[in-house]
Each structure stands twice: as structure tokens, then as C-alpha cells.
């Protein structure tokens, strides 16, 4: 699991096989070998020109998904096929959720990225809600958080916020780091843009991850897509230092990318600039973002599923691993 994971290779010129596995495990390696590989195929590749490279991926059932090496070593994975949140600035839930992504389909996001380029962070903010698939997703974190070799706050759990996610989160044997997309102060406007997220007021949400601080001892980052006369005026600014003045959180503000179909657009750069400085200046720490990938289709909010089957079962870690394999590492 740990050669998986890392994209090495199980036998190397110093350590064969025989000296370190079983027999049983050796003569039963290359049909294991085969069935992990298959789990995440490259479909294609598009690299962008700022060094990012969205991955069309073939999991194992033919459905696909997205995913994103970033500049830096950094790389987004998706969680599901599609998305149930539909959230109207993205193009991911469009079609809603075709199905969920198991475990094992995401730790080998994770190994064919590394078969191609370094990777020490990874990210889930592809395609999907984390927390719609909770489970799935804390295995992968706990496997690449020890076996992944991965430093615990370089995993980043991504939430539109879930109390099942808060909860379950600092009970781990891995805490990753927690970015809350929050996108407006005032609820009402944001059950409008997040029509399918928990109904929790933004003041909840905030609290709820500033909890987790306590327990992680990581920043929350708190995404904010910028959509123009939407979300960037002065009263946004107003609830966003509120909310998050004195508190260990990070804004990131996202300029929106254009998607095909969708009414939205951007702020243009020197108001998003002023707000990232107005937060700054009262003491909320503000980065204002610009999406890797965006010339390929590959930043935030521009991931789907390009080609799609019927739904089948998901495949899960201990569904690819032996029994006398542990799936932690």
C-alpha cells in the first residue's frame, strides 16, 4: 500500500520481492498490481500554461472524473462523479451526482498524479462534496496521511459545511487542514448559490470551523468565489470581518471562471483587489486568488464529467486490498 500509494515500485534493485512479502502475497502481486492500476487510468492530458495539467481520469467502471496537478507540487482530486450541492456558479453539478468516488479510486488519483510529477499536497476540490462522501474520503486521507507519506495540514478537506463532517474531522488519526466554502455572509443569498448545502447559518459554519482549529492547530482557509454585483460589495466585507476578525482563518478570494451557459461573471480585478485590501487592513489575513489551470478548463468551478456510464459499485480501500494487507499502511 505504501509503494501504491507513493507510486513506487514494490520490487527494487536492492529489495526484492522475495525477501520482504510472503508467498502467497508474491505469487498474487501482479493481479493485485493489475486491479490497483486499473482503479485510475489517464485518459488524456491538458497542460495549462501557468505548469498546471488537468487529467481526464477513467476509473474503474469507465466513468471519469478530473483531476488537477497544481504548480508547487499540489494536487486536486474529485470525490464524486458529478456533485448533489449545485452550486450555480459551477459547472460540476450541473448534471448532479452520477455516483459516489471510492476510497481506493482516490488515493489513485493520487498515485497516477505522482506517476507523472512530485506531489506533496493534495487537495478535495474537485469534483464533488467531501462531505456527501464522508467516509470515503477520511480513509483516503488516513491512508495518505500515513502510508501517502503526505504532512497532515497538506491534506485539505474542502466543505460547503456538514455537521456529520465537523464531527467526524478531529476524531481522526490524520486531522487535515479545513477549507469552508462560505461565498456570502448572509444566509439567504447563500442557499440561493448553494441551493442543495445543509442549511446552516454562516455564523454556525464559521464557529463550527474555528472548533476545529482548536483540535487541528491549522488556519481554516475560507473560499469565497467572487461573482461580479453578487458577493463583492461593501456589505460582504462588512460580514466577513465580523465573522472572521481575531479568528485563525485565511480568506481566499477566488475570481469566478467563466463557465459555458452560466449567467455569472467576474468582478473586474482592481475591486477585488480593494476588498482583499480592506480585509487586510482590519486584520483578516486575504489572498486574492487566481485559479491554476484556467486556459485548460481546469480551474474552480470548471471540472466535469466528461464522458459518463450507468452508475456500478464503488470501489472502496479494503476492496483493494488482501485481507492480510492493512489499508492504513
Not at 500509494?5 to 526484492?16: D, F, K, S
Not at 522475495?18 to 508474491?26: G, H, I, W
Not at 476540490?125 to 467516509?135: A, D
Not at 478537506?157 to 456538514?162: A, C, L, M
Amino acid at each position: 500500500m505504501r509503494s501504491w500509494a507513493q507510486a513506487l515500485p514494490v520490487e527494487r534493485p536492492r529489495r526484492r520481492m522475495e525477501t520482504f512479502l510472503p508467498k502467497a502475497l508474491q505469487e498474487a502481486w501482479p493481479e493485485m498490481a493489475k486491479g490497483l492500476a486499473d482503479l485510475a487510468r489517464l485518459k488524456s492530458r491538458h497542460p495549462a500554461a501557468d505548469g498546471s495539467e488537468r487529467l481526464l481520469v477513467a476509473l474503474h467502471d469507465g466513468q471519469t472524473v478530473e483531476t488537477v496537478l497544481l504548480p508547487r507540487g499540489g494536487l486536486c482530486v474529485s470525490t464524486q462523479v458529478g456533485c448533489a450541492v449545485g452550486c450555480r456558479f459551477c459547472m460540476t453539478g450541473t448534471e448532479g451526482l452520477l455516483r459516489q468516488v471510492g476510497s481506493a479510486e482516490i488515493v489513485a488519483q493520487v498515485a497516477l498524479a505522482r506517476s507523472l510529477r512530485t506531489v506533496n499536497k493534495v487537495v478535495f476540490m474537485g469534483m464533488g462534496e467531501p462531505s456527501h462522501n464522508l467516509e470515503a474520503v477520511l480513509q483516503a486521507i488516513e491512508l495518505l496521511g500515513t502510508a501517502g507519506g503526505i504532512g497532515h495540514k497538506n491534506l485539505v478537506f474542502s466543505t460547503v459545511g456538514d455537521e456529520r463532517a465537523f464531527a467526524a474531522l478531529p476524531q481522526g488519526r490524520v486531522k487535515p487542514a479545513l477549507a469552508l466554502s462560505l461565498h456570502s455572509t448572509k444566509a439567504e443569498l447563500r442557499e440561493h448559490l448553494l441551493p442543495r448545502a445543509p442549511r446552516i447559518a454562516p455564523a454556525a459554519l464559521v464557529q463550527a470551523a474555528d472548533d476545529y482549529v482548536q483540535a487541528s492547530g491549522y488556519p481554516v482557509q475560507v473560499q469565497w468565489t467572487l461573482l461580479a454585483g453578487v458577493n463583492d460589495g461593501d456589505d460582504e466585507v462588512a460580514g466577513i470581518l465580523a465573522l472572521l476578525k481575531g479568528r485563525k482563518m485565511m480568506m481566499n478570494l477566488i475570481l469566478y471562471n467563466a463557465v459555458d451557459g452560466l449567467p455569472y461573471q467576474r468582478p473586474a480585478i482592481e475591486r477585488a483587489a480593494e476588498m482583499a485590501r480592506a480585509l487586510n487592513r482590519e486584520g483578516v489575513l486575504t489572498r486574492l486568488r487566481h485559479s491554476a489551470g484556467q486556459d485548460v478548463e481546469g480551474g474552480c468551478g470548471q471540472l466535469r464529467a466528461r464522458e459518463s456510464v450507468r452508475p456500478v459499485r464503488v470501489v472502496r480501500l479494503e476492496r483493494a486490498a488482501r485481507p492480510d494487507m492493512n489499508p492504513s499502511g
